[in-house]
């Protein structure tokens, strides 16, 4: 009953909430046949946070893109670098991927690859888990895990990975770094398809939009989009953990401190403005920063109480769509991302041992206790 869909625009694109629908509707409204994988990039629903709306009046959607075929928010990105370089004749069949990536840009560039019939090679520091590098290989990927040293040391993952691939073009013309940080193509994804998807499915009815940045593609693109659409009326907040600069950055109108500090949420927090969020983060209307204690505990209340097995940056993202609901007011809509599950990170997420690790396990409440199985 809090579910107010409006009808103003897009109206053949708007559904109503699934329990309000006959099951043969909701089959009839099912996608059709889409070409390949790189087919069933996007297209992903908006997910009413049914506890949290109810408990702050507001409408908290999360756009699920866990839901992607590689199961991440960058399977968008991973396909707009690939489709940029093929564009730019810099990749032909046969050719090769190269990118720095510790996660999930490398799950998407290396399903893309596959898929469209190129190699995929990754270079990621030597601290990330053996299921990451596992996984890489059984998607075809070449994995290098190089010491994890700092952007400004030649020997980073992203200098290796940019040398390698600038090694093959010579030899080979068919190689490319797809560089996802610098790469605008990236930014292009969200300019393209999750903001317009954002605006539909909310029939422009949305005030406020917040998440999280790693390369920035995804705050960049949705807010510039959703910026545009509604004349500057839908209000955009950077979602930040603690050791990224991006929050004092925005909360002091643009300078840049040194980074210190970290965080359980993989994927996230920057350390310099990318070339991503360098045109749009003017638009950005104000910073919020998620402890890790909060966003631990949020995973938890998405599990227990909306059924969602999602990683730490999505809970962070939720955690900061709340405290934006409560900051515009009842009966406002705020939409984040729901980047990825927790399928990669179970192991830490769930487990008594790694929480205590990270002084984290006083942050779930005793009754939550029961999920923590690992
Ligand atoms: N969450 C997770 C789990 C990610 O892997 C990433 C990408 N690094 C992000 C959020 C942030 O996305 P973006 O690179 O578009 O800022």
């Known amino acids: ?43 992903t629903p ?16 999360g756009k699920a893109e866990f839901m992607n075929p590689g199961g991440s928010v960058k399977d968008r990105a991973a396909l707009y670098v690939v489709r940029d370089a093929e564009e730019r004749s810099l990749l032909r069949p046969g050719g090769t991927v190269i990118e720095g ?16 019939g190129y190699n995929c090679i ?9 299921g990451k590098i596992d996984l890489l290989r059984l998607l075809g990927a070449t994995v290098y895990p190089v010491p994890a040293v700092a952007f400004d040391n030649p020997e980073n993952y992203n200098h290796q990975a940019r040398r390698h691939a600038e090694q093959l073009a010579e030899q080979t013309g068919n190689a490319v770094w797809t560089n996802q940080f610098d790469n605008t193509a990236n930014r292009r994804a969200h300019i393209e398809t999750t903001g317009p998807e954002i605006w539909a499915q909310t029939a422009g009815a949305i005030d406020g939009f917040t998440c ?45 401190t040194e980074r210190s500090g970290s965080s359980i949420t993989e994927g996230i927090g920057q350390g310099r403005v990318t070339d991503n969020l360098a045109p749009e983060i003017s638009l950005v209307d104000d910073a919020l920063q998620i402890s890790d204690e909060k966003s631990i505990a949020m995973v938890y ?17 939720v955690v900061a769509a709340y405290e934006m609901a409560q900051i515009l007011g009842p009966g406002k809509t705020v939409v984040t991302v729901l980047c990825d599950g927790a399928y990669r990170y179970a192991e830490r997420l769930f487990s008594k041992g790694w929480l205590e690790g990270k002084g984290l396990l006083g942050s ?3 009754r939550l206790h029961r999920y923590i199985a690992l």
């Open 364 to 366: 779930i409440p005793e």
């Open 122 to 130: 990754i270079y990621m520091p030597n601290t990330q888990s053996q």
């Open 1 to 43: 009953a809090m579910f107010r869909p409006t009808f103003r625009r897009f109206a053949s694109s708007v559904a109503p909430a699934a329990s309000e629908l006959a099951y043969t509707q909701r089959v009839s409204q099912a996608q059709s046949t889409v070409n390949g994988f790189v087919g069933a990039i996007g297209r």
């Open 101 to 116: 990536t510790a996660g999930n840009t490398g799950i998407g560039l290396a399903h893309v690859c596959r898929a469209k």
């Open 212 to 256: 999280s940045t790693g390369t920035g593609g995804t705050l960049a693109g949705i807010t510039r989009y959703l910026k545009d659409a509604s004349d500057g009326r839908v209000k955009s907040f950077l979602a930040d953990p603690p050791g990224s600069v991006l929050y004092s950055y925005i909360k002091s109108g643009g300078k840049l």
């Open 301 to 317: 209340r998405l599990l227990d109480e909306e059924g969602l097995y999602v990683g730490a940056s999505t809970a962070l993202n």
């Open 46 to 61: 908006l997910i009413r946070l049914n506890k949290l709306s109810d408990e702050t009046g507001c409408e908290i959607l």
